[in-house]
């Protein structure tokens, strides 16, 4: 029997501080699964294209909303400390690995800083990293406003710096660049907690680079505005994991898997899937 491609929202309790926490699965048959992180300021349902292809390939997919992102609770894009994300993600893990054996962890934009930072501290039992266009480095912030949200940070963690991100570095795509711009789950902002947080995890996750030693996977689009494709191969050139590849698409903008020519980087990761 051929199950039908049907997507579920689903909560759990995060155990940081009670929030619920939404997630979307598309269950399947079998033991493998995947969990997919977005990126800062959006949300999972975005990456519905990437959802149904892997559950094409016989995955069953589990993505939540980041607290404070699209439906799940918490203060709309703003963390006290960036140990809340490893938290509510680990508690992911715990829910999709009772029916699912075999897990591979997919990060995009920030989505891909949190599964890394999470790999390095928690060293989990998983089949691989997956990273899409990661944030491992700003790509146009100068270091004053670096250091200008790292002081508001400490006296006014919650004020709130707007249009984050520029959507039409997203995808050569127009259709993306609207689509993300009339979506109302969407909120193009940020704290000033949220940025520094992010700031001191570049400093750990490249501290202990070594400590990611399952297999690893990343993915970077050569045109990238919005992170830094020479920070993401730095680190791939410094992880520990034994089984390791990098693919550059030349030309492509920040999110790979909504390209023109998506049916590229698809192809990589399904690639990269038949493995295990």
Known sequence: MIRDFVITGEYFTSPVDYKEIFFRVAENEGEKAIIVLHGACEHSGRHISLIKFLW???????????????????????????????????????????????????????GGLI??????????NISSLILSSPLFGWKDMSRIEILAAKVI????????????????????DPEVAQKYHNDLLVCNCGTARLGAEIEKNFILLFEKAELVKVPLLLLVGGADRITDPKAS???????????????????????????IEKEKPFQKLSEWLEKF
């Open 233 to 259: 191969i730095r680190f791939f050139e410094k992880a520990g994991s034994k089984n390791k590849e990098y693919y550059i698409f030349e030309g492509m903008f920040h999110e790979i898997f909504n390209e």
């Open 56 to 110: 094409e390939r016989g995955y069953s997919v589990f993505a939540p909303d980041l607290r404070g992102h699209g439906r799940s609770e918490g203060k709309q894009v703003h963390i006290n400390d960036f140990s809340e994300y490893l938290l509510d993600l680990q508690k992911m893990i715990e829910i999709s690995i009772i029916q699912n054996h075999q897990i591979h962890l997919f990060g995009h934009s920030m």
């Open 153 to 172: 940070s400490k006296v006014w963690p919650t004020f709130y710096f707007w249009n984050t991100v520029d959507e039409t570095a997203l995808s050569h």
């Open 115 to 124: 599964a890394t930072r999470y790999v390095q501290e928690y060293q989990p």
